[in-house]
T-cell receptor, first 112, second 114 residues
Framework: SQQGEEDPQALSIQEGENATMNCSYK?????LQWYRQNSGRGLVHLIL?????REKHSGRLRVTLDTSKKSSSLLITASRAADTASYFC????????????FGTGTLLAVQP | DTEVTQTPKHLVMGMTNKKSLKCEQH?????MYWYKQKAKKPPELMFV???????INESVPSRFSPECPNSSLLNLHLHALQPEDSALYLC?????????????FGPGTRLTVL
């Protein structure tokens, strides 16, 4: 299965700390996206990184991609209680360009 | 308007009922998706419509029947469901049917099958 494996499965930190979550996948990809999901709600797109990019920033988010290791990381700096959510990486299914496969997710809890 | 709306928010149905889930977007997106999400699991793709035509069916049982009446609307017709079909059903849309396109998700319909 192409499904990404994310670790940790769960992460609890204090407000103001940084949170890092990792995604590993199995086959080559065209791009990788990160999404956030608040409890029982729809997903919100955070950032997309293409296979020829190594790092990308958006506000307090920093995403890296290492295609040689088939892995990506999402760093959230200066976390806030509002960042509490599940975070999913999503990749092309086996390199196909027409559908996304979501990883297992990391549940982030930011304590105020 | 960058919103995808879904109705109803909650649905409880028996195994012999017929019901429909509805999804709407007015962003001019040409691809629309249905996902199923069980608790503490990632969303799983069910169907993709591209330019109002079904382009992907992920081997979903026939008790789920999608319909795309026009480019803004997506329905999921439900019939003779099983208790294991209880889940959060998410609708999404994107500019086109490419994985480089950001997908916009609705809030979901939480379905309980008794």
């Amino acid at each position: 299965s192409q499904q990404g494996e994310e670790d940790p499965q769960a992460l609890s930190i204090q407000e103001g700390e940084n949170a890092t979550m990792n995604c590993s996948y199995k086959t080559s990809i065209n791009n990788l996206q990160w999404y956030r999901q608040n409890s029982g709600r729809g997903l919100v797109h955070l950032i997309l990184i293409r296979s020829n990019e190594r790092e990308k920033h958006s506000g307090r988010l920093r995403v890296t991609l290492d295609t040689s290791k088939k892995s990506s990381s999402l760093l959230i700096t200066a976390s806030r209680a509002a960042d509490t959510a599940s975070y999913f990486c999503a990749t092309d299914a086996s390199g196909a360009t027409n559908k996304l496969i979501f990883g297992t997710g990391t549940l982030l809890a930011v304590q105020p | 308007d960058t919103e995808v709306t879904q109705t109803p928010k909650h649905l409880v149905m028996g195994m012999t009922n017929k019901k429909s889930l509805k999804c709407e977007q007015h962003m001019g997106h040409r691809a629309m998706y249905w996902y199923k999400q069980k608790a503490k699991k990632p969303p799983e793709l069910m169907f993709v419509y591209s330019y109002e035509k079904l382009s992907i069916n992920e081997s979903v049982p026939s008790r789920f029947s999608p319909e795309c009446p026009n480019s803004s609307l997506l329905n999921l017709h439900l019939h003779a469901l099983q208790p294991e079909d209880s889940a959060l059903y998410l609708c999404a849309s994107s500019q086109g049917q490419w994985t480089s396109d950001e997908q916009f998700f609705g809030p979901g319909t939480r379905l309980t099958v008794l």
